[in-house]
């Protein structure tokens, strides 16, 4: 069964308990609720939402209730070709049962290869009121009670991705004496008196250091 949560979501039923399922303006949505009996599963829908997905679980409680908003001039879902004598929208009402830990969005259900054949995923298909078998009922519960895959369990914290290690320094190129098996020449030492703090090429390029984030 399918709501706008801005109109009637699952937070709203949690609060009253007990609504009328009012407003379906469909007859082969009216035809599903006529077709209801008391104490049948629902899975309550927020459509028209960012992202569309069941909310909850709510039950049947009572069947063939007169819609009373077709009579409301003020209703948006009012119909003047109904009568009190012969009222043409009826529907049933449902209780609160349960709202879920996770929010099964359509992506999700699309994902679900038991739920290829669900009406809700066919094209086209946008009745406020539409039929579920059992498997599929018990297939989106269970997803309601289970973290999606991409998202850590309750109490859980993300893992941290790892640091990426700090860029080495590249090493020294061997000299030409090196390359061909020669002992490189000493360099004169500076004259006493001429060094300072710095003054070497070590000092000058930077040699790196050693650091505690390994």
């Not at 979501?9 to 949505?29: C, K, M, N």
């Not at 679980?57 to 009579?71: E, K, M, N, S």
């Not at 009402?93 to 809700?120: K, N, S």
């Not at 895959?149 to 790892?162: E, H, N």
Request: charged residues 25%; contains cysteine.
């Amino acid at each position: 069964m399918k709501s706008e949560p801005d109109q009637f979501g699952i937070a709203d039923l949690q609060r009253v308990r007990v609504e009328p399922w009012t407003g379906v303006r469909s007859y082969f949505a009216r035809a599903h609720m006529r077709a209801m009996s008391v104490g049948d599963a629902v899975l309550f829908h927020h459509s028209n939402a960012k992202p569309p997905g069941v909310a909850g679980l709510a039950r049947v409680v009572r069947t063939g209730v007169i819609d009373q908003t077709q009579f409301d001039p003020d209703s948006k879902y009012f119909d003047p070709k109904a009568t009190r004598d012969a009222p043409i929208w009826d529907c049933v009402e449902v209780e609160y049962v349960e709202t879920f830990p996770h929010f099964v969005e359509m992506d999700r259900i699309r994902g679900e290869p038991g739920l290829a054949d669900m009406l809700l995923l066919r094209r086209g298909m946008r009745l406020s009121v539409q039929p579920v078998t059992e498997a599929e009922y018990e297939a989106i519960a269970a997803l309601g009670h289970r973290a999606p895959a991409d998202l850590p369990a309750p109490g859980v914290p993300a893992p941290r991705k790892p640091r990426k290690p700090a860029p080495r320094g590249k090493p020294a190129t061997p000299t030409k004496a090196a390359r061909a098996g020669k002992a490189p020449r000493a360099k004169p030492s500076k004259p006493a008196g001429r060094t300072s703090a710095g003054s070497s090429k070590a000092a000058r390029r930077g040699v790196p250091g050693r650091s505690g984030r390994h």
